[in-house]
């Protein structure tokens, strides 16, 4: 633009002075427009750099002795990476080193990665407490039993460990297999209708468990079009828990529909709980699931004290194992929703690799069938507690299915004051983020020999169960899962129950056993499943 003012000056012909001026002045305005935009542009610059440097700089001063890249991308770092997480990247991460980093925006994660640096986080409540992902407070609730820390965690979840004793799960077995039943019925169903062809099932497995997880914890309080959509919804949830997310819930995104999915949950349980109520007040009733359960604590804890109130001296036999307060419907729906928030992905995930492991070692599948023949020879009569109990082998695909594909990789902390990791001379900094892994120390080759070869068998004649150090499945210390001996067991029914009523066939694929990450883990190429009646002559 200036060599055209200047182009216009130079010329010969003789404009009127007011003309010359107007020239003039457009002439100082364009250069100083030039300047202007130049000095913003180089401010801009000067800034960009300045902070790209800050970015680093500060990036390798956290990092110090852990392993990881010498340099981040510039403020992302691997943001796209987890946007499209894959299972080879984690890998290569862990054996990089017992600890090594990423920074993705302002966040520094420090991923622990060997058996004993793992169990130093998840033993270390003083100074590290679970961390979710932003939004999950949104979807959860910030007032969720789930994000207490110390002392008031330990006694709400000390509340909450009624509601898986042996007894307790007992009471839930029937309404299990009742849902199980259904389902089966479906698959053979849905196989007749692709007159054979093996379809993905992780979907319908994802369903199927809300279903089992629903009747669990709601019992007959919610109908069958409600659990449905709640299987449906509940993808939403999933999808939204995304490792970063934008701050504020947009309309129409991931994390709005997200949201949406989870207030309709939080509703239809808080509807549950209400229904509860009434029930279990009425003369006979018996617990049929968890809301019951609870529930009927409150209100034996709460004649407790009226008896005290009324000065009656209680025998200590009569005396609730555990007093408790009465609780809102909102609070107990919220808390039930936290159990199907943190069983739903594991859950499916077991589900699905228990089946095609077990379905291609038809072998192992035989032993299971012989297994459960054996215990349970009337088909026809339900499953008790006492009959898994006694399945040992069955037990053996179970566990052997958690430990060589165990669904929780990680499990993100957040450091709540600074935190020398024991036997390190590192510093985890307040707000960092440290993620215990759990996958090297089930695949230790100290702790289980071939550790890549599925083999239940050392579970029984092994010495598999001696490795309790190894055993991070359900992770350990103050937030062990709460629902670990029924994730088993749950597993095991299903298990026992599929290999004697029906039979299926897994269409192995050369990603069958490679490993998807939504979440948890899943069979790479969906998993793809057919079903026919035992003894039928096809698929
Ligand atoms: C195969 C299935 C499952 C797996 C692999 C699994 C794994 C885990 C892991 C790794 C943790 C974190 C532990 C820690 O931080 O130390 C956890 C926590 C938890 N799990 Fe599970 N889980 C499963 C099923 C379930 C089920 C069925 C329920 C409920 C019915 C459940 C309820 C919970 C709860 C409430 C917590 C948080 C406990 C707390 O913070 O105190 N989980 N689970």
Not at 7 to 18: G, I, K, L, Q
Not at 266 to 274: D, P, Q, S, T, Y
């Amino acid at each position: 633009m200036a060599s055209i003012i200047e182009a216009f000056n130079a010329s010969n012909t003789v404009f009127p002075d007011a003309f010359h001026a107007t020239i003039a002045s457009v002439n100082t305005t364009l250069v100083s427009n030039v300047w202007e935009k130049v000095n913003f542009f180089s401010v801009f610059f000067t800034l960009f750099v300045a902070a790209v440097i800050y970015d680093q700089i500060s990036y390798r001063i956290t990092k110090a002795s852990l392993a990881g890249d010498n340099w981040k991308i510039p403020f992302v770092g691997p943001f796209f990476e987890s946007v499209n997480p894959q299972f080879s990247k984690y890998y290569a991460k862990w054996v990089s080193g017992p600890l090594s980093c990423v920074s993705v925006f302002h966040k520094f994660v420090i991923i622990a990665s060997t058996r004993d640096m793992s169990r130093k986080v998840f033993n270390s409540p003083t100074y590290v407490k679970p961390c979710v992902v932003d939004v999950a407070h949104k979807l959860l609730r910030p007032e969720n039993w789930v994000f207490l820390d110390g002392k008031a965690h330990v006694e709400y979840r000390k509340g909450l460990n009624g509601l898986f004793t042996r007894q307790a799960m007992e009471t839930y077995l029937p309404g299990q297999q009742e849902v199980y039943r259904e389902y089966f019925a479906e698959f053979l169903e849905m196989t007749k209708e692709k007159k054979g062809e093996p379809q993905t099932f992780v979907y319908k497995l994802r369903e199927l468990m809300c279903a089992v997880s629903c009747r669990t914890f709601v019992g007959h309080y919610m109908s069958r079009e409600a659990v449905k959509r709640i299987a449906d919804d509940y993808y939403n949830i999933t999808a939204a828990l995304e490792l970063v997310n934008f701050p504020i819930i947009v309309p129409f995104t991931k994390t709005w529909y997200g949201k949406k999915a989870a207030d309709k949950v939080i509703e239809a349980f808080a509807n549950c709980a209400a229904k509860a109520k009434i029930r279990m007040r009425q003369k006979g009733a018996e617990p049929e699931c968890i809301m019951d359960r609870w529930i009927m604590q409150m209100i034996q804890s709460e004649k407790y004290r009226e008896r005290l109130a009324r000065g009656e001296t209680v025998a200590q036999e009569e005396k609730p194992s555990m007093i408790l307060r009465n609780f809102s419907d909102l609070e107990i729906s919220m808390t039930v929703f936290t159990f199907l928030f943190a069983s739903q992905d594991a859950t499916s995930s077991a589900c699905s690799w228990l089946l095609q492991l077990i379905a291609d070692r038809p072998e192992m599948l035989q032993k299971v069938r012989e297994e459960g023949a054996r215990i349970r020879p009337d088909p026809s009569r339900e499953v008790t507690l006492d009959d898994l109990e006694q399945m040992t082998y069955t037990r053996a695909c179970v566990k052997e299915t958690l430990r060589y594909r165990p669904p929780v990789i990680m499990v993100p902390y957040l450091v709540k004051k600074d935190f020398p990791i024991p036997d390190t001379n590192y510093t985890a900094k307040k707000g960092s983020m440290i993620i215990p892994s759990t996958w090297l120390s089930l695949h230790d080759p100290e702790a289980y020999a071939n550790p890549d070869e599925f083999d239940p068998e050392r579970w029984i004649s092994g010495n598999a169960e001696e490795q309790g150090k190894n055993w991070l499945v359900f992770g350990t210390g103050p937030h062990y899962c709460l629902g670990q001996n029924y994730a088993i067991l749950n597993l095991m029914l299903l298990l026992h129950m599929l290999s004697s009523e029906i039979e299926w066939h897994h269409h192995i694929t050369p990603t069958s056993e490679e490993i998807r990450v939504f979440a948890t883990i899943f069979p790479m190429d969906d998993l793809l499943l057919s079903f026919k009646n035992k003894g039928a002559a096809a698929y």
